[in-house]
């Protein structure tokens, strides 16, 4: 039989070892906050510009002018710096290129069925800015959680896998679809490959695969949200808002993964230049 000294050592230890536990699951959720702030507030704008008066400014262009108008003010605040809303910027570019394609009627993937004065063909420019907000995360989690990667496979390789990746966005249209032959060459490219992260003190990690799928899977909650607030719809969501389906996890899990190797090779090509 334990003593009372013995009983009262142990309640002591599982107390520490609750408020550890606790003080850095707080942490991880504040710098996973200040990752997030970007597209946070990017979708609080989405929200209240179903109830806000707008004076006859079409939603799209709300959103639009709101987005850059927050990309300023985290550069004022210090929130953000010019690198980083450089990394946003080309994201910018890249999801917009693939809106231009899937919205076009031959496609009709998605549309945007308002009108407004900031678009290029059918494609409103604030559009650009929830793939820039995947790019933003990425880049600021690898700046607060500190992230380093381990067994991380050859950059030409992941170059040539990401364009593989961007193009069967393009191809599957008119030719097989080759996202789970890529899926699978992305699980064996990473299969031993590491992301290490801090939270408070402690160095912890992840498979990188396991990464990706988490992160895709968060991306599609926020898509669920998107189209509910009517940022755009699907097909099947134009007479009544119905759940996205469960395969675009796989589709995000792949833009995840561009996304991670380009912020990942630049984030490798500034250390290795400074």
Known sequence: MWNHIQLYTVLIAMLRALRNVGHEFWTFGMKQARACIFAGSFFVVLFLSNYLPLFGLPRYDFLFLSAILIQVVLYVFKLETFHEIKVIFLFHIIGFMLELYKTNPAIGSWSYPEEGF?????????????????????????????????????????????????????????????????????????????????????????????????????????????????????????????????????????????????????????????
Do not use: C
């Open 118 to 274: 900031f678009k290029i063909a059918t494609v409103p420019l604030f559009s650009g800015f929830m793939y820039a907000a995947v790019g933003s995360y990425i880049s600021l989690s690898w700046k607060y959680m500190e992230l380093s990667l381990a067994h991380a496979p050859n950059y030409f390789l992941l170059l040539v896998l990401s364009v593989l990746i961007y193009i069967n966005f393009f191809t599957h249209h008119f030719l097989y679809d080759f996202r789970y032959v890529l899926m699978f060459l992305v699980f064996v490219v990473f299969f031993r490959a590491r992301v290490y992260f801090t939270v408070v003190r402690e160095r912890r990690w992840l498979p990188m695969n396991l990464a990706f799928v988490l992160i895709a899977l968060f991306i599609w909650i926020a898509e669920n949200i998107s189209t509910y607030f009517g940022a755009w719809k699907y097909p099947d969501q134009f007479h009544v808002w119905t759940l996205v389906g469960f395969g675009k996890i796989t589709s995000w899990s792949l833009l995840v993964i561009i996304s991670f190797i380009i912020v990942a090779y630049l984030k490798h090509y500034r250390t290795k230049g400074s």
